[in-house]
């Protein structure tokens, strides 16, 4: 993975935080119904997402973590760094919230039964089977039950060998059930992407022009809506199942459009060059912003809808508009800096529970690249 490529994927990956943030900033008690409700662009930024993470946990599997130990231990010091910490502020707003009277509806079953949610929540299971559940008020939460799930399945099929790898394989896919196994192939695509790119090249001109096509093909589908008419030619022809039984996957006609330019812009972004990007100063700025991703896509909408009761928040001013997200970033940025920032922090907290093998106590594990050649 070249320099200027990794600047790239932090950009994208920062960049579509920000548009899954500005488009719940569209809900009418946010922006009082100036614009439309854009829910469809928070879903494409999960699809980004989605493809992104597919790639570099293929990078990592193959260039760093070598053992399931390894991938296991950055996999969860990564997950539950914020994971945990969203998860608390969530009940802390929404508690502070309802004492000052806050009239906004909470999910108060679940906060009178935490001992029973809670364990689903720190497991990612809300969406796993037959399981329908929010977390809580944080609706983003969602994806993590996807993507968790989708690294479970990975390291099963990458690092394990024999009946264990295939009996483990079967019983995942037969439990995750179709909401989560819909949106598998998206993710999968930025695995084999990470394949393709190494032994498929592209001249500098004709990437760049792939690129530009790419972007506009993005752009073209969203503005034109021809996801959302896929969407619903789709829920016709299935007799209105996804829309009644897929929650957050009954899009997935929409998103695999999505998702196959996503595929189409990061395969051409590795050979554009795009030497600008490796200036010094853009490309430490691009790295820190990124570095808070994660932060800002888990706890963006407790923040907003905090702030939006406590500063008496104004829908129709766009001052009052521009204040509320001024204040969602800033929080954000604090937030992460003792979240995001401390994973080195929870890795020891795991390292105590999974220890990680020297290079020659690495029995009964492959390497990634021979696993994924023989699946």
């Known amino acids: 993975m070249n320099k200027n490529f990794s600047v790239y994927l932090d950009a994208l990956r920062f960049l579509s935080a920000l548009t899954v943030m500005a488009a719940h900033m569209t809900f009418p008690e946010f922006t009082g119904g100036m614009v439309a409700y854009q829910g469809t662009w928070a879903g494409v930024g999960v699809t980004v997402f989605f493809v992104l993470s597919g790639y570099v946990i293929r990078f990592v599997s193959v260039e760093k973590e070598h053992t399931i130990h390894e991938f296991a231990l950055s996999r969860m010091a990564r997950i539950y760094s914020v994971a945990i910490p969203a998860l608390l502020l969530t009940m802390v707003l929404d508690g502070v919230g309802a004492l000052l009277g806050s009239a906004r509806p909470l999910p108060m079953y679940q906060y009178t039964q935490l001992w029973k949610y809670m364990p689903v929540f720190l497991s990612f299971l809300t969406d796993v089977g037959p399981i329908r559940e929010a977390t809580l008020s944080n609706g983003v939460f969602w994806s993590l039950s996807y993507e968790v799930w989708y690294y479970v399945l990975f390291a099963v099929v990458i690092y394990l060998t024999g009946w264990k790898r295939a009996i483990l394989a079967i019983a995942l896919l037969a439990a995750l059930g179709p909401r989560i196994l819909i949106y598998l192939p998206m993710w999968l695509s930025g695995v084999f992407l990470y394949e393709i790119h190494q032994w498929v090249s592209m001249s500098r001109f004709w990437a760049r022009l792939l690129f530009v096509v790419s972007l506009c093909a993005f752009f073209a589908i969203r503005l034109t809506g021809v996801d959302d008419i896929a969407d619903a030619w789709m829920n016709r022809m299935l007799g209105g199942y996804p829309e009644k039984y897929l929650r957050n996957s009954q899009y997935f006609a929409g998103r695999y459009m999505f998702a196959s330019v996503v595929f189409l812009n990061l395969f051409a972004a590795k050979y554009a060059g795009f ?76 390292s105590r529970f999974i220890k990680v093998p020297a290079a020659g106590e690495r029995s009964g594990l492959d390497n990634g690249k021979e696993c994924l050649n023989q699946v």
Do not use: Q
């Open 275 to 350: 030497e600008y990007l490796s200036r010094p100063r853009v490309r430490s700025a691009i790295v820190y912003c990124a570095s808070f991703t994660f932060t800002l896509y888990l706890a963006h909408l407790p923040l907003l809808n905090f702030y939006n009761f406590i500063m008496r928040h104004d829908p129709h001013s766009p001052a009052s508009i521009s204040a509320l997200a001024a204040m969602v970033l800033v929080s954000t940025w604090l937030f992460g800096l003792v979240t995001e920032h401390k994973k080195g922090w929870w890795r020891a907290l795991f």
